[in-house]
């Protein structure tokens, strides 16, 4: 098949397009490297299947011939992005969501968007199962990524109604692993470069907030497997297993044997207090759970760190 990414150069999204290849497939990879990292895609250049387009979702799409499928994963996603760059996230979720919806009803393509555990918010429900609504502050820090990404599933859902656009809708847990941005704010590089770099790890709060997180591959292959599926509702993809940030930081001591200490934080404003997805969907409907365990996953993901810290 010939298959769009969008957010090719990203973290999840240059995973994603190694797979597609592997699987044998003709990649056409969009990015503007607004979070995105040249280097994520040196090894993919070369590739006589891929071809790039250094590009703005949210402005007029190059001609980019047929298609099959269309996976977007083009949107800044970490913390440290929102308060800076409200408008461009925003922009992505909205007009840059409808330019590639556009395309793919024109070429009679598939389209998989990647949502997120955003949606739910500080969720009241727990773990989260795709039924549930979210408790979302829509004027807060925060609101320009999970109102823009809720936004997103609003139009996409219209668009299947309307059109009857083919939509997958992957809504993402805390997924890691190399090739992530150490300084994009978010709790694991974060912890992994400071304990490599011997300084205190920061810990939001108490560390009792929890979270759960799903080794990339393993988050590709979901992604994958839900975009060949007949699935049209929003599914889960993350790992269940929770842990609190605290007992994280720790474990990212061990793994790391690293002598620093951890230093307490205030917490930003709305950030989460639990984060655990249900993937009963996942599993029923699409076969799929994790199969890379949390130690094993942080152990490959500090290596990659190590070696360019």
Not at 246 to 255: N, P, S, T
Not at 290 to 306: C, E, K, L, N, Y
Request: glycine fraction near 8%.
């Amino acid at each position: 098949m010939r298959i769009v990414v969008a957010g090719a150069a990203g973290f999840i999204g240059s995973h994603l397009v190694e797979r597609l290849l592997r699987d044998g497939h003709t990649v056409v990879g969009l990015d503007n490297f607004a979070s995105g990292s040249r280097a994520n895609l040196t090894a993919l250049v070369s590739h006589p299947a891929f071809s790039f387009i250094e590009h703005d979702i949210t402005r007029p799409l190059p001609p980019l011939g047929t298609c099959d499928r269309i996976y977007n994963l083009a949107c800044p996603a970490s913390p440290i992005d929102f308060g800076p760059r409200p408008l461009e996230i925003l922009a992505v979720c909205s007009q840059g969501v409808w330019n590639l919806a556009e395309l793919a009803r024109r070429a009679g393509a598939r389209f998989l968007q990647a949502s997120t555990s955003e949606i739910y918010g500080d969720p009241q429900e727990h773990p989260q199962r795709e039924t549930y609504w979210g408790h979302v502050n829509p004027i807060g820090p925060r609101s320009c990524y999970d109102e823009g990404k809720r936004f997103a599933e609003a139009w996409l859902t219209a668009c299947a109604r309307q059109h009857g656009l083919a939509v997958r809708i992957a809504r993402i847990f805390n997924t890691y692993g190399p090739q992530m941005r150490a300084d994009d704010g978010r709790m694991l590089p974060t912890f992994i470069v400071q304990a490599l770099r011997g300084e205190p790890l920061t810990v939001h709060g108490d560390g009792s907030q929890t979270r759960s997180f799903c080794y990339v591959s393993d988050l590709v292959d979901g992604l994958v497997r839900l975009m060949e599926s007949d699935v049209t509702a929003p599914v889960n993809l993350g790992n269940p297993a929770e842990i609190t940030i605290l007992a994280a930081a720790r474990e990212v001591l061990e793994l790391t044997g690293s002598r620093s200490e951890i230093r307490f934080v205030s917490r930003p404003a709305d950030d989460p207090r639990i984060r655990c997805p249900d993937i009963t969907r996942a599993r029923t409907l699409l076969g799929w759970e994790p199969q890379v365990s949390r130690r094993d996953g942080f152990a490959r993901t500090i290596a990659w760190f190590r070696q360019r810290c």
